[in-house]
Structures are given as C-alpha cells and as structure tokens.
C-alpha cells in the first residue's frame, strides 16, 4: 500500500501515527491512525514509534506500506525545556514567557533583573535545550540583557541561545558568542517587547520552533527518528497552537484544550472584546498558551485527585472508598470499564475547570480618592465562540462535550471566561497535533481535515 504522508505524534505516555493521503489535492483524506505507549524508559522512542506504525498497519488490514513524507511533532522526556531571562517581570520577561509557552515550550526558570549565582546554578542543573534572552525596550535599558548575554556564553552548554532584547544591543550580543566560539548556537531575533505596553511574540515563536528543528534531539533514540522524518519536527503543544490560529482564521475566536496523561495545556486564539479592552491593565497576547504541570490525568493523576478528594470524587462515581483505591491503583494510561471511564473523566473536568480557570484573566477592583474603579487583569477570553477538545481524554472520553461545557458554568463572575452561547467542537480524528504541524507545509489540506474531523462546514 502506498501512502501519501505519515505524522508521528511522540507524547509522554502514547506515541500515535496518522496516514494521511492526497495531501497536495482538493481532496485530502485521512487514512487510519495507529498507537502504542511512548517508550522512553525503554531507552528509545522508536520502539513505541514502530509499535504505533504495527498499529496502524493493523487498523488499515495491511501487511506493510510505504510512504512519500513524514512529519513528526514530540513531547517526550519533558517536552522542550527552556529558561528564560529578562529585564522587568511584568514587561519583558512576560512577553518572553508568553512566546516561549506558544512555541510549545516548557519553562523550566523565569528570572527578571541580572542574573545571579543561584540562577546560574538553578540553568545548570535545569540543563535546558534552548535559552532565552530578552530585556530592554528598543532603544532603552541595555545593560543587562548584555550582562546575562556574557553569563548564559560562558556556561558549558551547548544549546541554541534567542537573543529577544532590546535593537541596539544586536551587534554586542554577536560579538560576545563570536568570541566564546557559540556563534553558530545564538538567534538573533525582533524584541518582545519593543515599545510599552505593546508585545511581539511571535517572530520568536518561530525562531524557537526553528531551533528546535535545527538542534534539539531530546529524547532518547530521537536522532533515528530525524533520520525516518523529511519534514519538520516541532513541539506538540506548538502544532496544536499552529492548528488553532490557522482554524481562527476561518471560523472566529476560539479555544482549545488537550488535556493529556502529564499536563493539562490550554490554548487561546482571541484579541477579546473591546469592553474588555479598554479597561485591561497591561497587553495578552492573541494566541496564548499556559500549560499546567501538575494537571495531567496519568502521570499527574494524583496530583488532581488530591485537589478533588477521594471522599468527593466517591460521592460523585457512586462507589465506596475501597474502589476509589482500587482505581487508584490500577490506574492504566487508556481507561477500559465503564467506571475507569467515568474516574478519568472526573479528573479530566477537574483538568479543565482548573486550567481554564489559571488561563482566564480576571476583574480587579481598585479603590482611590474618586472611589472603586474596576480593571481587568489578564487573558480575554469573553470573545470565544468555540472551544475545542483535543488529546486523548477530550477526543475519547464518553462525555467529553459535556466536561467542555462546564466551563462557562463554572464562571462566579469574576473571570474572563467564554459564555454558555460558545459552541463545543472534539477533534474527533485525534489529528489536531499532526494538522498543526502538516500546515507548516500543506495549510489548504491542514485546514480541510481540521474541518472535517471537527464536523464543520
């Protein structure tokens, strides 16, 4: 059998493969998808890649096939680990932040001023795959993003370095790797934060894919995996987004959550209302993405069940404590019975109430001499139309449309968050990830599949 195109999608927990075919015509289709757990531990992800290829081979009913392309997107052993290290907390070092996390990036340390031994120290053992350097508003302070620029040179890492600061300091930066023998490992890129109050996140968004591609091999048996793909590899959680602002363009401001087995990872597309707008106290960026650690429904399941309580989380399944700990216990990455389904799905709405919740901006009331005057703080998100489940709990789970409609419930009126009129689309192909990063090269097609796994015209 012939195939047009394959996409690995290497998670944390599941490794998944996607066939895709007439990519480069009117009419692209989406052939099978095929999984296996991620094996990492195993010492090499190709043994769960080529597990996920059997499966596939097994879902299509062939024997074997060929394929033209490949293209692959990763969140193995951690994802992207990156620092990041700027001027003012609240200006330079945030739209660092921001671009870093929609570039599908784990941040790993944030450090605002010149960077001292104890951040030294934290970078080195972080051992980070690509750093991040900002500060300075086009023509203003230069100092110390030129100080942390001497620093992150002299360390013993050999990893891509984003120079994101201030426009004079250019030529300096230069020097200084030029110098060190790093040349070849700095990006020098427009700032993030040029002028007050206004970001630009997004040429180092790709710059930081870019260098991914160009140098990060961060799992083990990754370089075999390089060598199989001809086309790009980037973070999962990046294509995601690319998927969402490619889908914002055609069906308006949305939403989209993938509430995986390590993190729970929430993604914006949106500028917000103009109401809302006027009284916000510093900018958001328009694509937005915060990923929270500590909510994954595998490897973070208890973590979430610590914040439900297992007398709670009982009430609610209609079981003793006994087979809470029994579920507990027997815990399996893909839920089997009914009440492992309904337990998963328990911890997936606590996943997304909570990560949407840390998502959203939110109301602050200021008192002064002319009396209370209420501000906005943080990510719009009262302009979104549609929110979209992707990941294996929000594309699999039962009742996966009805946890994504508790999300505008869950609203006490003090956040920023979408009203009960935004409709809810489930990447029902699982594909959302592998369209992401298919777009980098085919958009027309990406963007057909994405319509058609969402069920939209």
Do not use: C
């Amino acid at each position: 059998m012939k195939i047009n195109m394959l996409i690995a999608e290497i998670g944390s927990t599941t490794t998944v493969v996607n066939a895709f075919d007439g990519i480069d015509t009117d009419n692209p289709k989406f052939l099978g998808q095929g999984q296996a757990p991620t094996t990492v531990l195993e010492g090499d992800v190709n043994i769960g890649l080529n597990n996920a290829i059997e499966s596939l081979k097994k879902n299509l009913g062939v024997k074997n096939f060929e394929y033209d392309e490949m293209f692959a997107t990763s969140s193995a052993a951690g994802g992207l680990k990156m620092t990041v290290h700027g001027l003012v907390y609240d200006m330079t070092v945030r739209a660092a932040r921001e671009a870093a996390l929609g570039a599908g990036a784990n941040i790993h340390l944030v450090t605002s001023g010149k960077l001292r031994r104890s951040d030294i120290k934290k970078i080195k053992n972080i051992n980070p795959n690509i750093v991040l350097i900002a500060g300075g508003v086009d023509y203003g302070e230069r100092d110390t993003a030129l100080y942390n620029s001497e620093i992150i040179a002299d360390l013993d890492l050999e990893v891509p370095v984003i120079y994101a600061g201030n426009i004079e300091n250019h030529e300096d930066v230069r020097e200084i790797f030029e110098e060190k023998g790093k040349s070849h490992l700095l990006y020098i890129v427009e700032n993030v934060y040029p002028k007050v109050d206004v970001l630009n996140v997004e040429p180092t968004r790709k710059v930081i894919q870019d260098a991914f591609e160009d140098h990060i091999i961060h799992a083990p048996g990754m370089t075999k995996v390089r060598e199989l793909v001809s086309g790009p590899i980037i973070p999962t959680p990046g294509a995601v987004m690319e998927a969402s602002k490619l889908l914002k363009e055609y069906i308006g401001d949305l939403m989209t959550l993938d509430v995986g087995g390590a993190t729970t990872d929430v993604h914006s597309v949106t500028e917000g209302s103009e109401e809302v707008n006027r009284i916000l106290i510093s900018p958001e960026p328009i694509a937005k993405r915060t990923v929270e650690g500590d909510l994954g429904v595998f490897v973070n399941m208890k973590n979430v069940l610590e914040r439900i309580g297992r007398e709670k989380i009982a009430n609610d399944l209609k079981v003793d404590l006994d087979k809470i700990d029994e579920l507990i216990n027997n815990h399996k990455p893909i839920p089997e019975t009914e009440l492992e389904k309904r337990f998963v799905e328990r911890l997936t709405l606590e996943a997304v109430i909570t990560s949407v919740h840390r998502h959203a901006g939110g109301f602050r009331d200021l008192y002064g001499s002319s009396g209370k005057k209420t501000l906005a703080e943080g990510k719009d998100l009262t302009n979104i139309k549609w929110i979209i489940g992707t990941g294996g709990a929000l594309t699999r789970l039962p009742n996966r449309v009805n946890i994504l409609k508790q999300i505008a419930l869950s609203n006490k009126g003090d956040k920023l968050l979408p009203n009960k009129e935004a409709k809810i689309l489930i990447d029902n192909d699982y594909i959302m990830a592998s369209l992401g990063v298919l777009s980098k090269k085919y958009k027309e097609a990406s963007l057909k599949l994405l319509k058609e796994s969402l069920q939209i015209d």
